[in-house]
């Protein structure tokens, strides 16, 4: 409510049915009491609010709409990183939420169709990372049968949904996030924490801060597209609706961020489309709780359908369904490359081409020129390297160094890797854990045994793996003096960092190499306080990596600051919490109203 005098009192409320936009205004005047404006488009951006048959209401409706405008701009403050210092009152909750959850014993965690919940009988553990002998949860797997229920039921909803309020939806997800913040911080915390072997300041920049980040922004971008109208025509209203996907999408999310499980489903959703959550087997506990703290917010039942499942079942029966409108997807490349596939071998099935967003992963660099200060190196290049044992998308894990700083900078990284503590997350002192499952031990544990065998490479430190309690690798530097080494071009997704060192006059050379030598294209750094070496390689790496870092790690980026994603094998670089991202799950609508109407069907020129 807006007064602009002491006897107005002027309400707005964008409303969107389903073919067009609308402002409605109502003016509660002496003179036009109970008069109802109703304005056929949301395009306040403009300014110009046409209001028929009271001249002089023209002036407060635009200085209403650059009010209301100005006030829906605001875009959120990040969310407040704890640190959980020792004895902290944060360190103290999250130790007995951990607690709690832990004694609580697993938990069951049913196929969602339709809001019902439903067990198959068919059950999967999660088990803890750094304990393989403690069970978290047990997961129902849905079978093919139950997910094509879950399309019906998302299906059966899509409509009311797709047309509901999109203030209404935004609201919905700004509460979600508002729970996330306050009443299941502790909760989120610690279900990521025991499920996927995050320590608590991992768990807390991924599972609550993150989370909370991308929920807000597109909440505040999905307000904000609705004011990204066309302009009019000398005698027309012009306006455009962004429709959901005629269909359903399902999010894929991968194990190793809480945050893109809540962003993959999030984003689609927020947008008017009914979404099939498949959690990933690493991540069950804390993407259960997401969902039900999506419930609780508001999002009705069957708009998200969780559904814990198996790859090999639910890939084939979504690719095949003719509703499929998108898949939402974060993961390995080969896995992408698959669905990708099968999309094309169903493409005359389907009703609209599907929409395909996928990140899947990085070989991300470190490049050093000669200028670079060795101690900001090592400390970074750790860092990005080892935290959560090398298993974020765009964890550093191959470094360029030139010979003239080489020596210091690796005595520098490995006195530090020397005091890098390892071990259960619940002691609070660690600095890295377990890496997630059975699979991904034998995987790394490959690529150490080359490193040990091969005479290109020299293991600098680390090396050594041990499962019989958790999965554990040791954070592992290795030098090799092999430019293509399958170290320096396949991704590990673990704690093993290679180093390549170069002649300081090849550094235009190396540039090049950089570029080169790895299919994938997600994350980079170059180090130097030479800003012409700055700018020469910014050109140089230009197509080398979506997300570019001068003097600082290349993981770590912040929602709203640093959009994230990349290209070549690392996926479609569709930039997430974004105002542009949201919009690939929209089909827009554009409408035209004739404001004068045609009654000649000939043309000036024909006299």
């Known amino acids: 409510v807006v007064s602009t005098q002491s006897n107005c009192n002027i309400q707005y409320r964008p409303y969107c049915p389903s073919l067009h936009t609308s402002l409605i205004i109502n003016l509660l005047i002496p003179e036009y009491c109970n008069k109802l404006i109703s304005v056929p488009k949301h395009n306040i951006s403009l300014m110009a609010l ?83 002998s403690q069970t978290l949860a047990t997961a129902h797997i849905a079978d093919a049968e139950t997910i094509t229920k879950a399309i019906e039921a998302g299906l059966a909803v899509r409509k009311q949904w797709e047309r509901r309020d999109p203030l209404d939806r935004a609201e919905i ?25 995050k320590t608590p300041i991992q768990a807390e920049i991924d599972s609550t801060c993150e989370l909370i980040d991308f929920w807000r922004y597109n909440a505040h971008y999905s307000r904000a597209l609705q004011n990204e109208q066309p302009a009019d025509g000398v005698d027309a209203t012009n306006s455009t609706v962004y429709r959901g996907l005629e269909g359903f999408v399902v999010a894929i999310p991968p194990f190793n961020f809480t945050a893109i499980a809540g962003n993959l489903v999030g984003s689609p959703a927020i947008m008017g489309n009914v979404v099939l959550w498949k959690p990933s ?95 900001v190196v090592a400390a970074t290049t750790i860092r990005s390297a080892f935290e959560y044992s090398g298993q974020k998308c765009s964890a550093c894990s191959r470094l360029y160094l030139p010979s003239s700083l080489a020596p210091d900078v690796i005595k520098r990284m490995l006195k530090i890797h020397s005091e890098i503590p390892s071990g259960s997350p619940e002691d609070f002192s660690n600095f890295m854990s377990a890496v997630i499952d059975a699979s991904s031990f034998a995987n790394i544990r490959s690529y150490l045994e080359h490193a040990a065998s091969s005479s290109d490479c020299t293991v600098l430190a680390g090396g050594g793996c041990d499962d019989s309690i958790g999965y554990y690798i040791q954070p592992t530097i290795v030098q090799t003096t092999n430019p293509r080494d399958k170290l320096l071009n396949e991704e590990i997704f673990g704690p093993v960092l290679s180093v390549y060192v170069y ?41 080398a990596a979506g997300n570019f870092y001068i003097n600082d790690k290349c993981t770590g980026s912040i929602v709203g600051q640093q959009p994230f994603g990349g290209a070549r094998r690392s996926g479609t670089n569709d930039k997430t919490a974004t105002s542009y991202y949201l919009t690939k799950w929209t089909s827009p609508l554009a409408i035209k109203r004739s404001n004068v109407p045609q009654t000649q069907w000939r043309h000036p020129h024909m006299g």
């Open 50 to 132: 046409r209001v028929v048959g009271l001249p002089r209401m023209r002036n407060i409706g635009r200085t209403l709409c650059r009010r209301s405008l100005s006030g829906t701009q605001t875009a959120p403050k990040n969310e407040p990183v704890m640190l959980f210092r020792p004895d902290s009152e944060e360190a103290v909750k999250l130790k007995a939420a951990l607690m709690e959850m832990k004694q609580s014993g697993p938990v069951d965690i049913p196929v969602v169709v339709g809001g019902e919940e439903v067990r198959t009988g068919n059950i999967r553990k999660q088990v803890s990372p750094y304990d393989h």
């Open 503 to 543: 002649e300081d006059a090849d550094f235009p050379e190396v540039i090049e190499l950089v570029d080169s030598t790895s299919p994938y294209a997600l994350c980079g750094a170059i180090f130097a306080r030479d800003e012409a070496a700055i700018l020469q390689a910014q050109g140089g790496l230009r197509e």
């Open 281 to 375: 087997n690493g991540a069950l506990l804390s993407n259960w709780l997401l969902f039900n703290i999506l419930r609780e917010a508001g999002v009705p039942p069957g708009v998200i359908g969780f559904l814990p499942s198996e790859g090999r079942v639910l890939g084939p029966t979504v690719t095949a369904h003719p509703a499929l409108a998108g898949i939402s997807f974060t993961g390995g490349y080969d896995t992408f490359a698959n669905v990708s596939r099968l999309i094309g071998d169903n493409i005359g099935v389907y009703r609209n081409f599907p929409r395909l967003i996928g990140e899947c992963g990085g070989k991300n660099f470190h490049l050093v020129h000669p200028s670079a200060d060795p101690v």
């Open 173 to 197: 997800f700004d509460k979600a996030a508002d729970l996330i913040s306050g009443k299941y911080r502790y909760q989120v915390l610690a279900a990521t924490m025991l499920g996927q072997g």
